[in-house]
């Protein structure tokens, strides 16, 4: 017979085994990246989401640069790992990881009425997050380009926020000739033009601000136009030729880098997307209070146009805690917790009622301008094969930025390429 102190030490141990290791429940996996302070404020919203509904997350972050992002999604993916259940997606990723059959449909969340699509843009939702008529993302925040300006320097030098690139030109050397007296560091525009998808975006507006575009009626992707030529020259002239734009434009700079730039006092024009927005009036912040947003300018007969961009969530097909990644799923896309994500990070809301919500409409007083945004917005290519085309874009596109290659041959080349992998994949 056990002796009743004997007795209870196994209790205990049995007790602690069976009770005191065991999780509350299953432990969900959610990769982000981005800005810190976006990733110190998904810490927030993940705690609240454990107390109430006390499912534990783990935070898995991610760099900033979507390029990284991608590959460290893939790598778990493709190896069929459980390990991101739930993740946040780039727009031009949703279509290749979709047919890839890498992601949980969503169709049932909408079916039992936990997720009104109607509170989503449908034009988004249409074009990013459906595949062969099922549903498998749905958008965090919508993201399109940005002309972000110093309102006390155009004041100070009597000039106007610029409406066509050569305004922009004119009025970012005025203002730079005057400021390096004091600041030696000062650029006219700073914006992304490493070799990265940012590059792709920056090319983008240029060129569709331009009459050109990479997406021709048919859909086919056309990139080797007199449009698209002048495009990539005027970019390689803002560096070269004009010289309001740093050297390291093609080698270094990408979204923080530019946002830093401009922060720091050294620019008057700065290309970015939403997100800097709550960065640049932060405390501390040097320009804090200085900041305005206007829609990127336009060429001489061209359109406003801004890259449609963003990310939007979406659940591993092989996870494991299915249920609980769709309970976070609603929980993040919910009007409450979009509401705190335009409000802290400044984001531009996936959800398209929030462009009516009083406290949103006062904290972002840009937030027309980000709306008219898309009204410019210009989608890139959603074809399952876009990394392979990125890559090619982003490449020469960045020899004719540095002047390795002229615009001419760089573009020429580009399409070569793009047509060998159509090609190959029958597209
Ligand atoms: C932003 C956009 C994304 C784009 C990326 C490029 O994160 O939301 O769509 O691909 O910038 O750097």
Known sequence: ????????????????????????????????????????????????????????????????????????????????????????????????????????????????????????????????????????????YNDCGLLYFRKDLLEKYGLKPPVTWQQLIRSADIVQENERITNPHFFGFVWQGAQYEGLVCNFLEFAASNNGGIIDSAGGIIVYTPENIRAADLMHDLIHKHKISPPNTYTEMKEEETRLAFENGNALYERNWPYAWAL?????????????????????????????????????????????AMTFLKFVLSYATQKKLALNLGWNPGRSDLYEDADVRR?????????????HAVARPTSPYYTQISEILQQNQNAALSGKSSSDEALARAQREINEILQRYNE
């Open 363 to 375: 904290k972002m007083p840009h937030l027309d301008v980000l709306k008219n945004s898309f009204d």
């Open 280 to 324: 640049h009036n932060k405390e501390g912040s040097r320009v804090k209070g200085k900041v305005a947003a206007a829609l990127l300018p336009r060429g001489h007969n061209g359109q406003h146009a801004a890259a449609l961009g963003g990310w939007h969530i979406g659940i591993s097909k092989f996870s494991d805690n299915k249920t609980e």
């Open 1 to 140: 017979m056990l002796s009743s102190r004997r007795l209870l030490i196994s209790i205990t141990i049995f007790s602690f085994l069976f009770f005191g290791c065991k999780p509350r429940t299953p432990q969900l996996t959610f990769a982000v990246g981005g800005a810190s302070n976006e990733v110190e404020y998904w810490e927030k919203i993940v705690s609240e989401f454990t107390d109430s509904t006390r499912i534990d997350v783990v935070l898995l972050r991610q760099p900033t640069d979507t390029d990284q992002r991608r590959q460290g999604l893939v790598i778990p993916l493709r190896s069929r790992q459980q390990d991101p259940d739930i993740f946040l997606m780039d727009v031009i990723w949703v279509g290749q990881f979709a047919a890839s059959d890498w992601l949980e449909p969503l169709d049932s969340v909408v079916a039992t009425g936990d997720v009104n699509l109607a509170d989503f843009f449908e034009s988004i939702v249409n074009q990013v997050d459906t595949y062969h008529d099922s549903l498998y993302a749905l958008p965090v």
